[in-house]
């Protein structure tokens, strides 16, 4: 089955890299990768009054300027590494962000958003860039993050966390799934204990993992609301995780990761790709 991947770009060196990485993730599969720039008003329109004949060549200028840059994008990759079952489309969008994430997802039935991060360093207390933050949040597809130092390693080990309060769906798991096999890759589920224990959940969603995955461990810690972040960087650390991957649910840590006081002082340095998947 063909795969339509989305790959949003700002000529960044964070999104350049997350393009080389997701094209090299998927080396063995048959996708179709869309390369797309967001052209933002702002760009090109100031407080001056501007003729629309003006306004119109500054922005024909810009989504010219900006097809190039992709297209030199998709020929370095294939001088590079020349592979007959990917193709390659170059997208320039003037529109809102998130609106043309959304737009061009339905349109080309994208199955999975790649996109670069900028991660946390220094006294930047901040997981992702703003536009990767808004995908994850107002987007209804998965989403792969990937942070600006990070190589494409071998997949031999995934690990998905989760806190077993709800159950989980077969076609939610699907992006998760397919990387799995592509790779054959282990599946370690890490179930992150915090104020509650739900046995029950935990039995059911654990017969879920290993019926639908074939080589899956199931590890449990406990962890306090304010340390989950340092808990699971620790675990990844410790077991070699080559991706993590979570489920975007309400009320879970990871919609917390998402508020403004997590951004302030979250100091979590994620160095692997995040697989972000999404409830439907």
């Given at each position: 089955?063909?795969?339509?991947?989305?790959?949003?770009?700002?000529?960044?060196?964070?999104?350049?890299?997350?393009?080389?990485?997701?094209?090299?993730?998927?080396?063995?599969?048959?996708?179709?990768?869309?390369?797309?720039?967001?052209?933002?008003?702002?760009?090109?329109i100031s407080d001056d009054l501007m003729s629309v004949s003006t306004s119109a060549t500054i922005y024909s200028t810009l989504v010219d300027a900006a097809k190039?840059?992709?297209?030199?994008?998709?020929?370095?990759?294939?001088?590079?590494?020349?592979?007959?079952?990917?193709?390659?489309?170059?997208?320039?969008?003037?529109?809102?962000?998130?609106?043309?994430?959304?737009?061009?997802?339905?349109?080309?039935?994208?199955?999975?958003?790649?996109?670069?991060?900028?991660?946390?360093?220094?006294?930047?207390?901040?997981?992702?860039?703003?536009?990767?933050?808004?995908?994850?949040?107002?987007?209804?597809?998965?989403?792969?993050?990937?942070?600006?130092?990070?190589?494409?390693?071998?997949?031999?080990?995934?690990?998905?966390?989760?806190?077993?309060?709800?159950?989980?769906?077969?076609?939610?798991?699907?992006?998760?799934?397919?990387?799995?096999?592509?790779?054959?890759?282990?599946?370690?589920?890490?179930?992150?204990?915090?104020?509650?224990?739900?046995?029950?959940?935990?039995?059911?969603?654990?017969?879920?993992?290993?019926?639908?995955?074939?080589?899956?461990?199931?590890?449990?810690?406990?962890?306090?609301?304010?340390?989950?972040?340092?808990?699971?960087?620790?675990?990844?650390?410790?077991?070699?995780?080559?991706?993590?991957?979570?489920?975007?649910?309400?009320?879970?840590?990871?919609?917390?990761?998402?508020?403004?006081?997590?951004?302030?002082?979250?100091?979590?340095?994620?160095?692997?790709?995040?697989?972000?998947?999404?409830?439907?």
């Amino acid at each position: 089955m063909i795969k339509n991947i989305l790959l949003p770009t700002d000529f960044s060196k964070n999104s350049i890299n997350a393009i080389k990485y997701a094209v090299k993730l998927f080396e063995n599969d048959e996708c179709h990768f869309y390369i797309l720039n967001v052209q933002k008003a702002s760009s090109f329109i100031s407080d001056d009054l501007m003729s629309v004949s003006t306004s119109a060549t500054i922005y024909s200028t810009l989504v010219d300027a900006a097809k190039k840059s992709i297209a030199n994008i998709i020929s370095q990759i294939q001088n590079h590494a020349m592979n007959d079952k990917h193709t390659f489309h170059s997208l320039v969008d003037y529109d809102n962000f998130i609106d043309a994430i959304n737009q061009t997802s339905l349109y080309n039935n994208i199955d999975l958003i790649v996109m670069g991060t900028k991660g946390a360093s220094g006294l930047e207390k901040v997981l992702f860039g703003s536009n990767t933050a808004h995908v994850i949040q107002r987007c209804n597809l998965p989403v792969l993050a990937i942070p600006s130092s990070c190589k494409f390693r071998k997949l031999d080990k995934v690990a998905f966390t989760c806190s077993f309060k709800s159950s989980y769906a077969e076609n939610n798991i699907e992006p998760l799934k397919d990387l799995i096999s592509s790779h054959n890759s282990s599946l370690n589920i890490l179930h992150v204990i915090e104020d509650y224990n739900f046995e029950e959940k935990l039995s059911e969603n654990i017969e879920f993992f290993e019926t639908h995955f074939k080589q899956v461990e199931v590890d449990r810690i406990v962890s306090s609301d304010a340390n989950v972040y340092n808990t699971i960087h620790d675990y990844i650390v410790e077991n070699d995780v080559k991706m993590i991957s979570m489920m975007a649910k309400k009320h879970s840590f990871l919609s917390r990761l998402f508020t403004r006081h997590s951004y302030e002082t979250f100091a979590f340095n994620i160095d692997i790709p995040f697989l972000v998947l999404k409830e439907h």
